[in-house]
């Protein structure tokens, strides 16, 4: 394969546009088939997540179609290898501590919910009839199947893909990224009703993830902080099939407005962290992450 080797940018933009829509397309068509055999597609997600050997079975065959379709692409369309999306370098360090401080974003979300009126409460909710061994391994499957699976073939596909073609056109990133983010958001939709609180959060979240790929190009990375905001989540939803070990309430939600400002308050300062951070690296000649940009050098 020819590493040198770059697409018309016409013929990238629209290489990405076909990628997202037979993603998309590919959500679509999973409903149909999953109920062929007999599973609801709410059993995928939320309070309704169902681990049976059925339901995990389809979400690692979408997985693969995913990590398929990308590395057909890239192979021979664009004629590069698929590491250099992302997975370059090492592996479980910047997974763990992207994990670690997707837990820190997420908690600093709630904690602003809690001090502009949100009256947070936290309490364990693990029912007496499940054993701490069937926690742990509902636990383990939510962790490996629902949130680093996932993380992986979304950022795969929302952000590492698209980012890693326009290398040599700096100028059209920003475009390409505030697009990417706006399908992500629009894409959780499809199961999921409509409130733009929640869009507002999910293209937010996106952009900050494409900010950090951008600057270290490690998608373990980002799939790391993906877990961590999602695991956080999970954690405190009351849920014990999802990991749920604690049930969090918000006695008062905040307003559709305040939850807005919260999202994009977050995002700003975390964007803020992480530019400190690649700021700090750059001046010191020390990679915090473990991970380093490729055009830095």
Known sequence: MN?????????RILMISLVLVISFLSILLGFPIAKLIGIDPSDFMGSNFQPTVK??????AFAATQFLLIWMVIR?????PLKGLGFKGPILFPLLIGTGIGILWQAFAYLLIHVTGGAISIALSIPKEVSVITMIAYLLLNVLFLLTLNSLKEELVFRTYPIEQFNDHPQLMIPVIVIVSLVFAAVHHILLPFQIEDFIYRFTVALVLSFVFYRWRSIWLISGLHNGLNLLNNLTSGNYKMGGLTDLTIANDPSKGMSIIIDVAVAIIIIIIFNYIWNKEKRNNKMFFKVRHPLSE
């Open 3 to 11: 590493k040198g080797y770059n697409l018309p940018v016409y013929l």
């Open 55 to 60: 339901t995990l079975t389809v979400i690692v």
């Open 76 to 80: 021979f369309i664009h004629k590069k």
